[in-house]
């Protein structure tokens, strides 16, 4: 230990006197470089597109589904670097998400029928939207196996509520917020008995089975889901699928698609053709066309029915009231995409050549002159294909999703069949330019591209399968992420990136410049309500209380100490920790975990985090910070103290230290020669304009909360000192060090930075 910390003077030293080690630069050029490496100019190219030198940011922030792992993953656009795994229908252990108190609440609220689920297949993440376009504040995100829908805030990146589908056992065409983010859809995939645990054999599907739309009420003051102010739509039983909302002129409605409209049941295992086969008989399948705002009115007006407490409205009603219309699509159809200015609506179709560009106008036109083609078994009126369409372009095989591009009538959409994406224009129906992935494309997104403004620029392709693009890692390969550059006429493939945490069906990408995260909570925040939390404390406010056999610890985490250090605790007691962050420096992040009792908690600056567990086994169990987020981050522990039952302790002191009074003035000299070194850093700092520079800002007022600290030692050990108490003076000395050292960390922290940073000297 000693060793250590006389290194550490030496490095300070070294630090503070500028003395770090000059930058070696290597003597290759650009053209040994390929050749060494076998790289093309096109490859350079490429590079040079997506490569992000260090210390420079993307341009554009990802937010993709985790598929099967229930999760959301971020990555920055073009570097394709991946910044963040978020917890959402699954627990994830870094974050603490599933292991403490907080967090578990939010997933319980996703618990079924009693029951808790910890994963989710999600599929479609949405961005919240002000006036048709992303506003970076909020993130929705669906889980098509368990019906949920899932709330995210942008603020500090967690999941804030998930709320559970009251009428759907399966659900998809989730989450796609309508333009001021006043609801959010989710539609059911598999058709069931809408009440909660009806059985009903498939011989009554046609009449008990049911499809629908929900419309979940998003309360954006609150940054909550009411799912009181929420409701359905009743639907056949026709297998919804994707949705997209109308935005401008076409406000107010809501499209989606459906598949197996022949309402097949299946039966392979009774020699009956299987699903697929009865699943796409028919030439078409429906659009369905619903205008959710009088929807909504007629829910208000009571004319919905409750169904597990949940407001639908039938499809009686629907068709009474002329809010519900289908319109025939080429069969198997996947994506339906409104364009951004509102005016059409694109639907691939996968078993299809062609993509569909339906016209909003001629739908309303239609609607208006009350012109139905026919009706469906349910009496629903249905539109013709004929007099709704505005084109339809042969793409290719196998066209499933569309998303836009800046450029006016200039769309993508992904050719599943072909593992290819077509470029094309919407307006005159024809193919612009064709490029291939790898390999078996489903979702393709581009930045902000299903809102009222896509930025244009870059392209994702999620392709299915990754065969041979990557190191072999058994026979479960990653998942594909090409980044295409569509700026230019010809589409250009620039980057491959692997995602190995599920099938991500698909992603949204916004300017990073519109999101605004906080780097810190306000202190004593329960991250997951927003809330202050009732067990917050400040430094000196740190206790234990015991009521009976329930032990309540009242804690602190900030470097390099827990408050408490020894929690003592009979067997069979239950324990709560709340653990406070008191730290205000960006990201000094401290986890926190007791041996063997399944519990962590990550506690960044500012949260209050709460752990439970039930002390059932007598023993000494360890409790560390799990964060590496000092130098004396390992001496950051504790001990929990679970004492058997009727224990009386024998010895009533500890173990004494030696120390010697040379020890003491060692540790005197050190804090000298250290307050040298910050006194340095601080001068230099005051001389120039750092005050320019927020992040320099933060950092310097974190360093001053530590020296902070340091107020009344000096008088302590020097007391101790002259009682010759030379445990005490000696370690009370090394406290105060021990605060310099982290003063120093962010003062030369801070120094680099406005170096780095071009820092002008201020008189
Ligand atoms: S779905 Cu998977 S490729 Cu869930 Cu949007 Cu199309
Ligand atoms: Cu706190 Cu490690």
Redesign the pocket.
């Known amino acids: 230990m000693k060793k250590f910390t006389q290194r550490s003077t030496t490095l300070l030293l070294a630090a503070g006197m500028g003395l770090a080690a000059a930058t070696a630069w290597s003597a290759e050029t650009l053209q040994d470089v390929m050749k060494r490496r076998g790289l093309s100019q096109q490859d350079l190219l490429a590079a040079s597109k997506t490569y992000v030198p260090t210390g420079k940011r993307d341009d554009f922030i990802a937010f993709s589904s985790g598929g099967q792992s229930g999760q959301v993953i971020v990555y920055g656009i073009p570097s394709m670097r991946i910044l963040k795994y978020i917890g959402v229908f699954t627990p994830e252990p870094w974050q603490g998400y599933g292991f403490d108190e907080e967090s578990k609440a939010v997933l319980a609220q996703g618990r079924i029928d009693g029951k808790d689920i910890t994963w989710g297949d999600t599929h479609h993440p949405g961005m919240s939207e002000t006036n048709g376009e992303a506003d970076g504040q909020f993130l929705f995100i669906n889980d098509k196996a368990n019906p949920r829908v899932a709330v995210l805030d942008l603020r500090d990146f967690e999941t804030k509520q998930i709320v559970v589908n009251p009428i759907y056992k399966s659900e998809h065409g989730g989450t796609f917020v309508t333009p001021n983010t006043e609801y959010v859809f989710e539609a059911a995939q598999y058709a069931s008995p809408l009440e909660n645990k009806k059985f009903y054999p498939l011989e009554e599907f046609n009449e008990k089975y049911r499809g629908g739309m929900t419309y979940w009420k998003f309360d954006r003051k609150e940054g909550r889901i009411d799912p009181k102010k929420s409701f359905s739509v009743e639907l056949p039983p026709y297998s919804q699928d994707l949705s997209d909302a109308g935005k401008g002129p076409s406000d107010g409605w809501s499209f989606t698609n459906s598949f197996c409209s022949e309402r097949y049941v299946g039966g392979i295992e009774k020699g009956r053709p299987p699903y697929e086969a009865g699943c796409s008989a028919k030439d078409t399948d429906y659009l369905h066309v619903i205008n959710w705002k009088k929807a909504a009115e007629l829910v208000a007006a009571g004319k919905a029915k409750k169904i597990n407490g949940h407001d639908v409205l039938m499809m009686e009603t629907s068709i009474k009231e002329g809010i519900l219309f289908l319109i025939p699509e080429p069969k198997s159809p996947h994506g339906v995409d409104v364009t951004p200015d509102g005016t059409k609506l694109v639907v691939a179709g996968k078993l299809d050549t062609h993509v569909s560009v339906y016209s909003f106008e001629k739908i309303m036109a239609q609607i208006k002159a009350g012109k139905f083609e026919s009706k469906d078994p349910y009496g629903i009126p249905v539109l013709s294909m004929k007099d709704t369409l505005h084109t339809q372009v042969s793409l290719g095989l196998g066209p499933l999703h569309t998303q836009f591009d800046s450029k006016t009538c200039v769309a993508y959409t992904s050719l599943y069949v072909d593992s290819q994406v077509a470029k094309w224009d919407y307006c005159e129906g024809k193919v612009l330019d064709k490029i291939s992935v790898h390999y078996n494309i489903g979702h393709l997104m581009t930045m902000e591209g299903d809102t009222a403004k896509p930025a244009g620029r870059y392209l994702v392709a999620l392709n299915k399968l990754s065969i041979d693009r990557f190191n072999p890692v058994g026979p479960l390969h990653p998942q594909n992420h090409q980044l295409i550059d569509i700026s230019n006429d010809k589409m250009q493939l620039i980057y491959d990136m692997p995602l190995p945490l599920g099938e991500p069906h698909y992603v949204v990408a916004i300017d990073a410049k519109k999101l605004k995260p906080a780097v810190r909570y306000k202190l004593g925040t329960n991250s997951r309500t927003d809330q202050p939390h009732p067990a917050a404390v400040r430094a000196g406010e740190e206790h234990t209380d015991k009521k009976g056999n329930k032990v309540e610890v009242f804690g602190s985490?900030i470097?390099?100490h827990i408050t408490p250090e020894t929690i003592e605790v009979d067997v069979g007691d239950e324990v709560t920790i709340h653990l406070t962050n008191l730290e205000r420096a960006q990201d000094e992040t401290?986890g926190f975990t007791v041996s063997t009792y399944n519990v962590h908690a990550s506690v960044e600056p500012g949260k209050t985090v709460t752990v439970k567990f039930k002390a059932d086994k007598e023993g000494v169990y360890p409790y560390y910070?799990t964060?590496?987020?000092?130098a004396l981050?390992l001496e950051?522990q504790g001990y929990l103290l679970v004492k058997p039952k009727g224990w009386k302790a024998s010895k009533t002191t500890l173990a004494a230290g030696t120390y010697t009074e040379a020890e003491y003035k060692a540790n005197v000299k050190k804090v000298a020669d250290t307050q040298v070194i910050i006194d340095s850093v601080v001068a230099y700092i005051t001389s120039v304009n750092y005050k320019d520079f927020p992040d320099v800002v933060a950092m310097v007022d974190d360093a001053f909360d530590q020296l902070g600290k340091t107020k009344g030692l000096k008088e302590k050990h020097e007391a101790f000192a002259a009682k010759k108490d030379w445990e005490n003076a000696t370690l009370w000395a090394e406290q105060i060090w021990q605060y310099q050292v982290k003063t120093a960390d962010l003062g030369l922290r801070a120094k680099t930075y406005l170096e780095q940073n071009g820092a002008k000297k201020v008189k």
């Open positions: 985490l470097r390099s401290h910070c964060e590496f987020c000092s981050h950051m």
